[in-house]
């Protein structure tokens, strides 16, 4: 009779401990399809995340979302594109915005990925009430995705704007003027004009701007 190995005597929940470890979303399947207990326990450490990133990985919209709607506990999720190119697109965000843990959120990355628009940013940005820190930079985000951000989004602290061309002064005046807790923006490589910049520092004083061109000793109206 063929002794058991003394892996398959661990406790599933010690074996989803071991799973939490891995990085490595490859290995992960891999070790899924093991066994039904294996299997059992990467679901197990999927919920257990609290950060999920896909930089780095050559990632589709059926496996993202996949992942992330196991991940039950999650509040820092990272799909910024990867050198290899990342696939995600509009579809791939709808699916996500679907996940029970995208409520929670508090921090996403969509840096780069050059395949989304509006119509995938909105869908997702509706149910993330809990986000702080958004990084839409080099998207095709227009001030449609900078109005669903500032409607929704009440305890926004940081956004990247970076390179994204499509954003006007009407959209950066909406987002500033209702997200009342946002601590910094970068629009760096956007369109507006420097005059627009002083506008936001006028409704927000404090607010921290990472611009090209704007001089650091502006001075501000007294009023």
Not at 2 to 7: F, G, K, L, M, S
Not at 29 to 56: D, E, I, N, Y
Not at 91 to 107: E, F, M, P, R, Y
Not at 145 to 152: E, G, H, M, P, R
Request: proline share 3%; net charge positive.
């Amino acid at each position: 009779m063929e002794q058991e190995a003394e892996i398959d005597r661990l406790p599933i929940d010690l074996l989803a401990h071991i799973f939490l470890m891995i990085t490595s979303f490859t290995d992960l399947a891999q070790a899924s399809g093991v066994c039904r207990k294996w299997k059992q326990g990467v679901k197990q450490a999927l919920a257990r995340r609290q950060t999920l990133s896909f930089a780095g990985f050559k990632m589709d919209d059926d496996s993202t979302a996949r992942l992330v709607h196991h991940a039950y506990s999650l509040k820092e999720l990272d799909i910024s594109r990867s050198r290899w190119g990342c696939q995600i697109t509009d579809n791939g965000l709808c699916q996500i915005s679907l996940a029970k843990c995208v409520s929670n959120l508090t921090s996403i990355s969509l840096w780069g990925i050059t395949g989304i628009t509006d119509k995938g940013v909105v869908q997702l940005i509706t149910r993330a009430n809990s986000l702080q820190h958004l990084n839409v930079g080099g998207t095709f985000i227009t001030d449609e995705s900078l109005s669903a951000i500032a409607d929704n989004c009440p305890r926004l602290k940081s956004i990247v704007l970076w390179s994204c061309r499509q954003v006007t002064e009407t959209g950066l005046f909406v987002l500033v003027s209702k997200c009342r807790k946002l601590e910094s923006i970068n629009v760096w490589g956007t369109r507006v004009p420097l005059d627009c910049l002083i506008g936001l520092l006028t409704i927000r004083p404090a607010l921290q701007i990472k611009p090209q061109g704007l001089p650091l000793n502006v001075m501000l109206p007294v009023v």
